[in-house]
């Protein structure tokens, strides 16, 4: 069964800060991992995604995120954060339901925080 | 090109009733899940549709019910409601072309049962 841990539920930071979102997951089968953010009264939206090839994924808004299979890990990283960014994140594998397409398994979040 | 709407946006309900929550999916998605977020949780999933049909199904009583539509549309039921089921209520489409487990999000439904 696939299961994501998200090892932090809150994180404070400065602007222009380096932020590190921790995430780890578990699988069983071939593993796909995804990054969500989640602004206020907002639904998800995607970060960036890793399905296969190289383990660095660069996604949107200056975000990246590597993949490390022997620690099953997809920590989510940002060299310099600002305000906008202050939201909820999400890490999700994904599941074994919904046939070709699958479900998402979602971490319980982590709100990012950042602060002037 | 329309992304995913979800209607209403907010609703209250007492225990026991039954409500009906609408999704349209993205333009050209076929394929629709429905996700419960409970506050401060991650969401989880409830179902998928896929060309009319449940493809997929999470950990969720069948008083959870839903239907697609030909225009890819979809609804989520819930009868007797129970106060647990107070949460927001996310709608994703996607389809085959839109890349593996990759799914679009509607803002959401937010249900308060009382």
């Known amino acids: 069964a696939q299961s994501v841990t998200q090892l932090d539920s809150q994180v404070p930071v400065f602007e222009e800060a380096p932020v590190e979102l921790r995430c780890n997951y578990s699988s069983s089968v071939s593993v796909y991992l995804f990054w969500y953010v989640q602004y206020p009264n907002q639904g998800l939206q995607l970060l960036l995604k890793?399905?296969?090839?190289?383990?660095l994924v660069k996604g949107i808004n200056g975000f990246e995120a590597e993949f490390n299979k022997s620690q099953t890990s997809f920590h989510l990283r940002k060299p310099s954060v600002h305000i906008s960014d202050t939201a909820e994140y999400f890490c999700a594998v994904r599941g074994g339901y919904g046939g070709s397409q699958g479900n998402l398994i979602f971490g319980k979040g982590t709100k990012l925080s950042v602060k002037p | 090109e329309t992304g995913v709407t979800q209607s209403p946006t907010h609703l209250i309900k007492t225990r026991g009733q039954q409500v009906t929550l609408r999704c349209s999916s993205q333009?050209?998605?076929?394929?629709v899940s429905w996700y419960q977020q409970a506050l401060g949780q991650g969401p989880q999933f409830i179902f998928q549709?896929?060309?009319?049909?449940?493809?997929g199904r999470g950990n969720f009583p069948p008083r959870f019910s839903g239907l697609q539509f030909p225009n890819y549309s979809s609804e989520l039921n819930v009868n007797a409601l129970e106060l647990d089921d107070s949460a927001l209520y996310l709608c994703?489409?996607?389809?085959?072309?839109?890349?593996?487990?990759?799914?679009?999000f509607g803002p959401g439904t937010r249900l308060t049962v009382l």
């Open positions: 890793y399905l296969s090839g190289s383990t």
């Open positions: 333009s050209g998605h076929n394929t």
């Open positions: 994703a489409s996607s389809s085959p072309g839109t890349g593996l487990g990759e799914q679009f």
């Open positions: 549709y896929y060309r009319e049909e449940e493809n």
